[in-house]
């Protein structure tokens, strides 16, 4: 009992964390478009700073599988039954968004863009972002809840 009751408090807080992750993803994004447009008046971008936002997404990607490793333990554990089966949709869901961002990075990295594919590329990858913070926001709130009660 003493070891779920950790695991629920390690899920909460790994859920902050994630939450936080995403939030700071964005806001770096937002920050390097004001930072580059207003140094150059143009929005540009370098090499070296999409590599190490791809860096950050591959710790998003990297965190939030594991994150669910230890979900889908307690899910088991609890027998969530239906709404365990909503929650691993979700999972998925998310896991999805999160490629899709990643992929984006991948591409800015392997062909380096121009301006004008630079400021589609922002925008897009602002895009994933924001719905990948609608998406955890939602989801955490839901496994808080479930957990929390059990």
Do not use: C, P, W
Not at 98 to 114: M, R
Request: charged letters at 25%; hydrophobic letters at 35%; aromatic letters at 4%.
């Amino acid at each position: 009992m003493e070891e779920l009751r950790h695991q629920k408090t390690q899920l909460t807080q790994e859920h902050e964390a994630i939450r936080a992750q995403v939030q700071l993803l964005l806001s770096s994004l937002a920050d390097s478009v004001k930072r580059q447009t207003a140094a150059s008046g143009q929005l540009g971008g370098n090499l070296s700073e999409i590599r190490a936002y791809q860096l950050r997404m591959y710790d998003l990607r990297d965190g939030f599988n594991q994150h669910i490793e230890l979900d889908e333990r307690l899910i088991t554990h609890l027998h969530l039954g239906g709404a365990g089966e909503r929650l691993g949709e979700e999972h998925q869901a998310i896991r999805d968004r999160v490629s899709q961002a990643v992929h984006l990075v991948d591409k800015a990295v392997d062909h380096y863009l121009d301006q004008i594919t630079m400021a589609e590329f922002r925008s897009a990858l602002s895009q994933e972002l924001a719905a990948i913070r609608v998406q955890v926001e939602s989801h955490t709130k839901t496994e808080d809840r479930l957990f929390g009660s059990s």
